[in-house]
């Protein structure tokens, strides 16, 4: 797994180049800007309402602490309620992210047909019924994992509550929202090459490398403001169509 998360990190570099030389700036800002205003907006509103939820559990905590009168447990307390802060936007974060994804799915879907045509060297036909098709699928399949996602992050959530033990829990978290999204972007490539649903599930479960990999970079660009929140979503489109490309072989 971790050969094929160093191909996931290679990909961006080579969706770089790629989007370079082949002038497709077009298609990374436009939606971009679109992303980065949306993302701004949640990020308000999720940090107001995650502030919120761990003030509300400090205060109804604060008098028990008071009373016990443990300095070791105060602190304990503290570290508990800024994991659950950072597990929080996390989970908002993924929906946020899910919902772009569904509305993003035509671009994205079209974004990676077109770099794979220019790989290939071919276009390939354009097809409105095969285009409404790629929609409802991607549709379908973050619907599956916004419901499977919710159900890790939520025993993830409670697991976080443990004291030391739920230490961990924000790790595991940002690696299932990894998987997850990259899970999205490799399935355009999967869903081309005429995979069901079934079988891309599969062959992603078979590639966890190349699906982590792309995930952690996705998220790792919005650590660089504006311009990381600009560039990636399309840079991890582009790269998930160039590191599932090498793999079709076993399509």
Same mark, same amino acid.
């Given at each position: 797994?971790?050969?094929?998360?160093?191909?996931?990190?290679?990909?961006?570099?080579?969706?770089?180049?790629?989007?370079?030389?082949?002038?497709?700036?077009?298609?990374?800002?436009?939606?971009?800007?679109?992303?980065?205003?949306?993302?701004?907006?949640?990020? /308000?509103?999720?940090?107001?309402?995650?502030?919120?939820? $761990?003030?509300? =559990?400090?205060?109804?905590?604060?008098?028990?602490?008071?009373?016990?009168?443990?300095?070791?447990?105060?602190?304990?307390?503290?570290?508990?309620?800024?994991?659950?802060?950072?597990?929080?936007?996390?989970? /908002?974060?993924?929906?946020?992210? +899910?919902?772009?994804?569904?509305?993003?799915?035509?671009?994205?879907?079209?974004? @990676?047909?077109?770099?794979?045509?220019?790989?290939?060297?071919?276009?390939?036909?354009?097809?409105?019924? !095969?285009? $409404?098709?790629? =929609?409802?699928?991607?549709?379908?399949?973050?619907?599956?994992?916004?419901?499977? !996602?919710?159900?890790?992050?939520?025993?993830?959530?409670?697991?976080?509550?443990?004291?030391?033990?739920?230490?961990?829990?924000?790790?595991?978290?940002?690696?299932?929202?990894?998987?997850? +999204?990259?899970?999205?972007?490799?399935? /355009?490539?999967?869903?081309?090459?005429?995979?069901?649903?079934?079988? @891309?599930?599969?062959?992603?479960?078979?590639?966890?490398?190349?699906?982590?990999?792309?995930?952690?970079?996705?998220?790792?660009?919005?650590?660089?403001?504006?311009?990381?929140? $600009?560039?990636?979503?399309?840079?991890?489109?582009?790269?998930?169509? =160039?590191?599932?490309?090498?793999?079709?072989?076993?399509?």
């Amino acid at each position: 797994m971790l050969e094929e998360i160093v191909i996931a990190f290679q990909s961006y570099f080579k969706a770089h180049r790629f989007i370079k030389k082949h002038r497709l700036w077009k298609w990374i800002i436009i939606p971009g800007l679109l992303y980065m205003l949306l993302f701004l907006t949640c990020l /308000y509103f999720f940090g107001k309402t995650a502030t919120g939820v $761990v003030d509300h =559990i400090s205060i109804l905590l604060k008098d028990w602490i008071q009373r016990v009168n443990l300095g070791w447990l105060s602190f304990l307390v503290s570290i508990a309620g800024v994991l659950l802060w950072f597990m929080m936007m996390l989970f /908002y974060f993924s929906l946020f992210k +899910y919902l772009f994804l569904i509305i993003g799915s035509p671009l994205f879907a079209y974004l @990676s047909e077109k770099t794979e045509s220019i790989m290939e060297g071919k276009d390939f036909p354009f097809n409105l019924g !095969q285009l $409404v098709k790629d =929609i409802f699928r991607g549709i379908r399949l973050a619907l599956r994992n916004t419901l499977w !996602q919710t159900v890790y992050s939520v025993s993830i959530l409670i697991i976080s509550f443990i004291p030391i033990v739920g230490w961990a829990a924000p790790v595991f978290n940002l690696f299932i929202e990894c998987y997850f +999204y990259g899970f999205s972007m490799l399935d /355009y490539s999967c869903e081309r090459h005429k995979l069901s649903p079934a079988q @891309s599930i599969d062959f992603i479960a078979h590639h966890k490398g190349l699906a982590i990999g792309n995930g952690f970079l996705f998220f790792l660009m919005h650590l660089v403001p504006f311009i990381g929140w $600009v560039l990636a979503p399309s840079y991890a489109v582009i790269a998930a169509t =160039i590191s599932v490309y090498h793999q079709k072989e076993e399509f």
